[in-house]
């Protein structure tokens, strides 16, 4: 009877895409989340001769995922954004020292977070909660807390299915929520932070970034950006806030970007791009940075430039080099 209930191996495999957004969120990396979710299939394919049914196919890959996610959080601190170590510098400040890959929450491209269809308000939430600000607010969070506000908000399981994964009680899921709550209203993104798909008027308005990016034009670029705009460039620590610092950044410490590329792409259920720089042998045009543009209210409220790109480039199936 237990062989006839025990899943096949290509139903195991079919729940990876959603484990990895469930263990990208709880984790800030979608390299950690590969490392997670390889880590919850291999457990699962050992022990189908073990799974009796007594729990669906689906909580029972879940339990795995978040107990591996709990151990992998146990052995380091917590991943951020820049903007949550510290304060804004100006366009004349040191840009620092490169701080460790571990550090940072990292972006992931869109295809790698499958989101639900056929329903708006589940959409909705789900755009919300892949969205760097929220991943990193997560960061925030005991991580049982993570584990409980992820699987009741974001994945909308019932608080019994919650406690009989964490081996709990529905009260303590649910005093656990409350808790989350409480810090995400404090840490999480801003009420008029980007929620909606993008909009025509959107796509305009990215289009008008990339044209005066590429053609240099930063004085008509700063029109786009909203008065209290964000900048940053993980892994190095400074980032600036404002129009008139990102206006003097571009043109001073980076105005080596004169002269760049940029490949669209998407990422965190916003526009991105492959972003090249001038080769300095005058060949083409080499990997820089990966963009992530947030956006809200017809501005850009925040760009962010990824310059990983040795690990991040190959990951959302951008070129090595462009000619």
């Given at each position: 009877m237990t062989q006839l209930m025990a899943p096949a191996t290509e139903e195991l495999e079919s729940y990876r895409g959603e484990l990895r957004g469930y263990c990208y969120r709880m984790l800030g990396s979608a390299f950690d989340?590969?490392?997670?979710?390889?880590?919850?299939?291999?457990?699962?394919?050992?022990?189908?001769?073990?799974?009796?049914?007594?729990?669906?196919?689906?909580?029972w890959l879940y339990r795995i995922a978040t107990n591996a996610c709990l151990d992998a959080l146990r052995s380091r601190g917590r991943r951020a954004l820049p903007m949550d170590l510290a304060g804004p510098g100006s366009?004349?400040?040191p840009v620092g020292a490169p701080l460790p890959e571990s550090v940072w929450v990292?972006?992931?491209?869109?295809?790698?977070?499958?989101?639900p269809t056929?329903?708006?308000?589940?959409?909705a939430v789900h755009r919300d909660s892949v969205r760097l600000a929220f991943v990193a607010a997560l960061q925030h969070l005991p991580p049982?807390?993570?584990?409980?506000?992820?699987?009741?908000?974001?994945?909308?399981?019932?608080?019994a299915e919650v406690a009989e994964l964490l081996d709990s009680s529905v009260a303590s899921v649910n005093?656990?929520?409350?808790?989350a709550r409480a810090t995400l209203a404090q840490r999480g993104p801003r009420d008029d932070d980007p929620s909606g798909p993008l909009t025509d008027d959107d796509r305009a308005l990215v289009g008008r970034y990339v044209e005066a990016f590429e053609t240099y034009d930063i004085a008509s670029l700063v029109t786009l950006l909203h008065e209290d705009a964000g900048f940053s460039m993980p892994p190095l620590p400074l980032w600036l806030q404002g129009r008139a610092d990102v206006h003097d950044f571009y043109l001073g410490t980076g105005?080596?970007?004169?002269?760049?590329?940029?490949?669209?792409?998407?990422?965190?259920?916003?526009?991105?791009?492959?972003h090249y720089k001038p080769a300095e042998d005058g060949d083409g045009y080499?990997?820089?940075?990966?963009?992530?543009?947030?956006?809200?209210?017809?501005?850009?409220?925040?760009?962010?430039?990824?310059?990983?790109t040795e690990r991040l480039f190959p990951r959302f199936g951008l070129p090595d080099r462009l000619q």
């Open positions: 989340a590969d490392d997670a979710v390889q880590e919850t299939l291999v457990k699962a394919w050992q022990g189908l001769d073990r799974f009796e049914g007594r729990s669906s196919v689906r909580s366009a004349a400040s990292e972006p992931c491209p869109d295809a790698e977070l499958p989101g056929g329903d708006p308000a589940a959409s049982r807390q993570r584990a409980v506000l992820i699987l009741r908000e974001v994945l909308c399981w019932q608080a005093s656990a929520l409350q808790r105005s080596a970007c004169r002269g760049s590329k940029l490949v669209p792409t998407s990422a965190n259920g916003c526009p991105a791009f492959g080499v990997p820089w940075a990966l963009q992530v543009l947030e956006l809200s209210g017809g501005r850009l409220v925040h760009l962010h430039h990824f310059l990983d």
